[in-house]
């Protein structure tokens, strides 16, 4: 086991997140996740599946994470770990992988269930911040 999969570094990772399930409400799905990740600072967040009777509108479990980050200081991820109702490690979504892209760096590191990947390989060219900073550094023909 290399240190990118230590148990010290993420088994705090993995019971944030199955303790966030019991938090999830999955009246439509029944189907709890559970987020953490933890920060630059060295804090860890957590969050779960909040869903609603129009389906469409509900938050994963990424979102609701985040949403504790901001409120707990901010600051890039460093290690993020999801689990499913039976605690089995769960891939983002791509939605939610967009989410986590916002707040991640180069070092970010995800736990997946084919092992430890960056953000860039579960988002590879992904759309962010840059993009917009190039364009509103040398605005186009396409400006307005
Ligand atoms: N879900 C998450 O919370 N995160 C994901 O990355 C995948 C899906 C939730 C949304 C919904 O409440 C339930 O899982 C079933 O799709």
Redesign the pocket.
Known sequence: MNANTSDVEWEPLRLAATAALANAY?PY?K?P?GAAARLEDGSIVSGC?V?NASYGV?L???CTMIGAARMNGGGLITEFY?VDGQGAI?M??GR?RQILFEFSAAATRLMTPSGVKTMDQVLPDAFGPRDLARIAAAPGEASR
């Open positions: 999955v799905s189907f996740v599946n869903e509900t994963c479990a990424e999801c769960l983002p979504c939610c």
